[in-house]
């Protein structure tokens, strides 16, 4: 039974509870519920499903087409379509169907094969070619996303000079015969003859920088129109000019056809207007031969010529050269020049091959007069950057030069083009000898050509990474010396890397993004990766470094694991010097495409500063380099940002209230030779490895050392590449193993803090994940379960620091005791009285701080560092911080009334508590 895709939709529309449609009308669904006006408006007609309408076009407009809404029903067609032995073609006929095609007119020109790939056996249209060789492009985007490639050739067999040709084809005299870079594109050729639309034959070259010579050569004299109907984009472009070249020497006739940018000419006929017809109409053939004329022109007169014969106007500005031309015509143009060629149709100019045009621009030049060179640059415009936070927009032109210097994008604000002589001024400013002297006319026409014809808004970042809205990973890479034209920017989405365009931006499906991020830049992967340096890694640096490689893995992911989980650990490297921390961080910054990179110092920058480096990268680490981080800053101030909280709030100037909220997106590593003192809040938070000399063998752990380090980031940053390709499968591992291992290790000791079980759990779970990365070769399961012993050994460790007391802390209670108590004489003997202790029940202490520190002074005692000491007062062990507040003294004098006077206290319990914190 063939499928019936009409069917499926409807039956989706119908199923569709966002739209509730009214189904009562026999034609039409009507009534459904608009997504953006919310009225009872939206209808689609039964018969042609294929695009939903809003009634409100003009207060609302919207519409939307059933394959964007449900894009499963026109994907997966060896899911839907599967072949079987009575109709073994069933896929790729319902593929092509998809595309448009008859399946009747082509029913000889292919087969359903299969390409093997990666494990994969992925479904294809073969296209048969001569001998046994065959051309087969890949039916299901699935398999198309895994191999990375849409078809494919049966052999390597040189096809420089051939060509596809349909079965029985053969070219008589006077024929037109189209040349297209696909053989999809030919099919539509066949299609447009059957259904009467245009008369011509066609064949396909199998791409842009191919032209079917032995075709040429063997129908000349036969009075062929060769129409070169290649891609209307950059390849096609360039290499139309020796197509012509080689065709003009044989004195053989053309003409050249081009499509929209952006569009091939399957894409053009599978289109449907409103009532279901194919777009590529003989219309649209005409002004595909008009463009022809204007990409081809060889003389700045000529390609005026073509624009003012389509528009009339009366005043041109043209792009030519790499510079802007202005051209002046008097009223009376159009009118002489109907009456000197006495056509009712200018179009006839660029249909009809036989047309006098040489002649037509003759006479065109002597009304059009010489034309002016306005300026030498020529500005493209590409698309509107907004920043994704402040809302700051800048245009983004491609500036290609005259005088033969190298392209060059350049961002202009709108103030730039308020006049000509502002935007002369940006030129000059933004490109090497750049500048305007077109007039308000001028510029009018240019801003209309770069303005009205819909802009593409690019999102921007200001930093690197994750971009947490769009879903996309985002990075800036370096310049590659050898192709400096080469675009260095990349990401990852879905999945996959994407590279970004000659634009500089990346897309993703209905997405644009990129990242103004410049002063962090990371090599690519040169293809040489292997998982063989492992073992080796493991001898350097043992568990330590494996149990670092799964922290710095999830931190890759930090923000999905914030969104889900809420919060993702800090990380501490500690050690004595030598002991290889530095040496770690630095391999692992390559695994990430960062070459020769430890870390940020606190102590060579402003709170700011560091603030800064904290923001400019989201899903990456941010590491604090020696020194004693908790003396050049407040450390405690730190703790949200496990959760990602706050680094910087500044306001936007836009005359109002609006702040820029700047957040943490990674991951904080400590590395430093000291062990992090701090309160249970930030302590709870660490996850902490304590580096050692032991491992180290005399004479052979410095030439495996020197053997790890002697590896480049070009050569480990797949790592990375690996990692961010396998996010889903890497995500749903870690919620497996993390499920497993937070049960565990909880239940392994009840007291311990649920915040360390939890976070030494997620980091046990991504170190679950690397063999999603290196494979089971060297991370066996042995080796897995003694990463998560090593994981729990840290775990327990933590708990042991954080039942003892902070130094700071334990050396007040000393002064405390020491202090607290003194000695009266009494009638018989002396009496022990309380100093500091304003507490009249007995369970609790309570202090005065400015007493406790003027008594400290009073006894020649070294002074407390009060700042520091109060949070960490709020964490203590020994007698558990209650609360702050006004008591009753048991130590001030009574006042007159006989009731007890009042003092500001810290209240402590004498006795510490019992059972499980968080």
């Known amino acids: 039974m063939p499928y019936d895709r009409d069917a499926e939709i409807l039956d989706a529309l119908i199923n569709d509870q966002s739209f509730k449609f009214n189904q009562k009308n026999k ?30 076009q003009t207060s609302c407009g919207y519409t939307e087409t059933t394959k964007e809404l449900y894009p499963d029903l026109f994907e997966n067609y060896s899911d839907r379509c599967p072949a079987t032995p009575e109709d073994p073609r069933a896929t790729a006929r319902a593929y092509l169907e998809d595309r448009g095609f ?17 494990g994969l056996y992925a479904p ?12 087969e492009r890949i039916i299901d985007k699935k398999h198309v996303q895994k191999i990375g490639r849409k078809s494919n050739f049966s052999s390597k067999e040189d096809k420089t000079d051939k060509h596809w040709e349909p079965p029985g084809f053969k070219l008589e005299e006077n024929d037109s ?10 099919w539509v050729f066949y299609h447009l003859k059957h259904f009467e639309v245009a008369d011509y034959k066609a064949v396909s070259s ?32 360039k290499a139309l000019p020796g197509h012509i070249r080689f065709i003009e020497e044989l004195g053989e006739r053309y003409q050249v056809m081009l499509c929209q940018p952006g569009m091939d000419w399957n894409d053009v006929y599978k289109k449907k207007d409103e009532d279901g017809h194919s777009t590529l109409t003989r219309e649209y053939l005409n002004d595909c031969l008009w463009r022809g004329r204007v990409a081809t022109s060889k003389e700045v007169g000529e390609l005026a010529f073509w624009k003012w014969l389509k528009s009339k106007s009366s005043r041109l500005v043209v792009e030519f050269g790499d510079a802007l031309w202005r051209f002046k015509m008097n009223d009376k ?12 149709s200018d179009s006839h100019f660029w249909i009809d091959p036989k047309a006098n045009v040489t002649e037509a621009i003759k006479v065109f030049s002597g009304y059009s007069g010489t034309p002016a060179k306005i300026s030498p640059v020529l500005p493209k415009f590409l698309y509107l950057e907004k920043d994704s936070i402040t809302r700051e927009q800048w245009y983004v032109f491609r500036t290609s030069f005259s005088n033969g210097s190298r392209p060059e994008l350049i961002s202009l604000t709108s103030s730039d083009l308020k006049s000509p002589g502002a935007f002369s001024e940006a030129l000059k400013a933004n490109t090497p000898g750049g500048r305007f002297t077109g007039d308000t006319v001028d510029m009018e026409i240019l801003e209309k050509r770069w303005f009205d014809y819909g802009i593409s808004t690019v999102r921007t970042l200001s930093f690197i990474g994750y971009d947490r809205e769009t879903g996309i990973y985002v990075f800036t890479g370096e310049e590659n010396p050898n192709n400096p034209n080469m675009p260095k920017d990349f990401g990852f989405y879905n999945n996959r890397m994407i590279k970004a365009n000659k634009m500089g931006f990346i897309t993703a499906g209905n997405l644009r993004i990129k990242s103004n991020k410049t002063s962090l830049n990371l090599c690519r992967a040169n293809g040489k990766w292997t998982p063989d340096w492992l073992p080796l890694f493991q001898k350097v640096f043992t568990d330590n470094g494996l149990a670092a490689m799964a922290w710095w893995l999830g931190t890759l992911f930090s923000e999905q694991i914030r969104n889900e989980f809420k919060s993702w650990p800090f990380a501490e490297f500690r050690g004595k010097a030598g002991a290889g921390k530095s040496a770690l961080l630095i391999f692992l910054w390559r695994l990430l495409g960062r070459a020769n990179y430890e870390g940020d110092s606190p102590q060579s920058g402003s709170d700011v500063g560091s603030a800064r480096g904290m923001a400019e990268a989201a899903n990456f680490p941010y590491v604090l380099l020696e020194g004693d981080a908790s003396k050049q800053f407040n450390i405690e101030l730190l703790k949200p940002l496990t959760e990602g909280g706050i680094l910087r709030r500044t306001g936007i100037k836009n005359r109002g209230t609006d702040t820029d909220v ?116 060297y991370l066996t399961k042995a080796v897995l379960m ?25 050396q007040f209670w000393e002064y405390y005791e020491h202090l607290n108590v003194g000695h009266s004489a009494g009638y018989s003997q002396s009496i022990q009285t309380e100093r500091l202790n304003h507490s009249i029940p007995d369970e609790y202490i309570a202090i005065n701080l400015t007493e406790f520190e003027a008594t400290c002074k009073s006894a020649r005692l070294e002074g407390l560092r009060m700042r520091e000491l109060k949070p960490l007062l709020k964490a203590c062990q020994k007698h558990p911080f209650v609360a702050t507040k006004n008591v009753k003294s048991k130590i001030k004098p009574m006042k007159p009334d006989g009731t007890s006077d009042t003092a500001y206290c810290w209240v402590f319990q004498k006795k510490p508590n019992k059972g499980k914190k968080k």
């Open 27 to 56: 034609k039409v669904l009507n009534q459904g519920i608009c997504p953006d006006c919310n009225r009872n408006s939206v209808w689609v007609k039964r018969d042609k499903p294929g695009r939903v309408y809003c009634d409100h």
């Open 102 to 118: 008859n399946s009747g007119i082509i029913v000889d020109w292919y087969d359903q094969g299969c390409m093997q790939c990666y």
């Open 124 to 135: 294809t249209v073969r296209i048969p070619l001569w001998g046994n060789l065959f051309e």
């Open 177 to 186: 015969c189209v040349i297209t870079e696909g053989a999809f594109d030919a």
């Open 206 to 237: 199998f791409g842009s920088g191919n032209l079917p010579r032995n075709l040429i050569k063997e129908n000349a004299g036969k009075n062929i129109l060769w129409i070169l109907a290649y891609d209307n984009d950059e390849a096609g472009l």
């Open 333 to 344: 143009t159009t009118e002489e020049f109907k009456a000197y060629h006495g056509q009712d």
């Open 662 to 777: 700047i957040t943490f997106k990674g991951g904080l590593c400590f590395a430093h030779n000291d062990p992090i003192e701090a309160s249970e809040a930030i302590m709870s938070r660490l996850f902490s490895l304590y580096f050692t000399r032991d491992h180290q063998i005399s004479g052979q752990s410095d030439y495996w050392f020197r053997e790890l380090m002697a590896m480049q980031a070009e050569d480990l940053c797949a790592w990375r590449d690996i990692a961010l390709s396998n996010e889903t499968t890497i995500l749903t591992k870690f919620r497996n193993e993390f499920a497993r291992l937070e049960v565990e290790y909880k239940s392994r000791d009840s007291s311990m803090r649920i915040r360390i079980a939890e976070f030494h759990a997620m980091v046990a779970a991504f170190a679950n994940c690397l063999p999603i990365i290196f494979g089971t070769r």
């Open 786 to 810: 003694r990463l998560e012993e090593f994981i729990w050994s840290r775990a327990v460790d933590r708990e042991k620091r954080l039942r003892k007391d902070h130094p700071l802390v334990e």
